[in-house]
């Protein structure tokens, strides 16, 4: 009876060859599987990882500016120099009650306390951005997480009778304060050696007229005067257009 099980046994397998086969097939199959699951995995994490350091470096570029934005004005305020922060934290304000121009005229007031403020607004400016990101580390400073600091002049809504009207005057005004800070301010290096970083020459000036105003119903003195101002616009450093595409293309394969 035994040897008549051994050999039904033995005829089964006889008769059915590939089935050894088939679970070797299966089998390699799986493990074939699971070192590709791996493989995703550890890609996905890698791709998820640069994310997360692309997120980082935004994240420590905004915190550079707001850390600016609050050192200038708490510093300026300690010697009672008025300037606000606008923008959701981006932009520096010099209100004319700081700094006030004479009338359809874009050159620094030649006036003491004029002169004052604007001074010591540029020297405290110059080093809150010159600033370390981190006290541990000395290296980086903070306007390196920056991509440019805007000087931008406005005016309020009435006409300017001067060449190119508002236009000429909010950007010859912002030209003056620029000019002023890199021919009087006593710093090392000078504003205009700055550079961000990209490499390229950190500050700029823009004007705006009467198009950005502060208070859009001009129905008072104090409106128009809120309205003429000089704002200190500070953008950080974002990744350029060919880092988003090598993103895009790391995410199709």
Do not use: C
């Not at 070192?35 to 890698?46: D, G, M, P, R, S």
């Not at 700081?98 to 359809?104: E, G, I």
């Not at 991509?147 to 030209?175: C, M, P, Q």
């Amino acid at each position: 009876m035994r040897a008549l099980s051994r050999r039904a046994s033995r005829n089964v397998d006889e008769e059915n060859p590939y089935w050894v086969s088939f679970s070797d097939l299966m089998s390699a199959l799986l493990v074939v599987f699971i070192l590709a699951a791996v493989a995703l995995i550890i890609e996905l994490t890698q791709k998820q990882n640069e994310f997360d350091q692309e997120i980082e470096k935004l994240k420590q570029a905004e915190q550079a500016r707001r850390d600016i934005l609050h050192d200038i004005r708490d510093e300026l305020a300690k010697q009672n120099v008025t300037v606000l922060i606008a923008d959701n934290d981006t932009v520096l304000r010099i209100p004319e009650s700081t700094l006030s121009f004479d009338s359809d005229r874009d050159e620094i007031p030649d006036n003491d306390n004029v002169e004052k403020a604007v001074t010591l607004i540029g020297e405290v400016l110059h080093k809150a951005i010159s600033q370390p990101v981190d006290a541990g580390d000395q290296q980086i400073k903070r306007f390196e997480y920056l991509d440019t600091v805007f000087i931008e002049g406005h005016t309020d809504s009435l006409r300017s009778y001067r060449d190119k009207g508002n236009w000429g005057l909010s950007t010859f005004r912002a030209i003056s304060l620029w000019e002023f800070w890199n021919t009087s301010l006593d710093v090392a290096p000078p504003l205009g050696e700055l550079r961000n970083g990209y490499g390229k020459v950190l500050f700029s000036v823009s004007g705006y007229a009467a198009t950005r105003r502060v208070n859009e119903e001009e129905t008072t003195g104090d409106d128009r005067r809120a309205n003429r101002r000089i704002d200190i616009r500070f953008t950080v450093k974002r990744p350029e257009l060919a880092d988003y595409q090598a993103v895009s293309e790391q995410t199709k394969k």
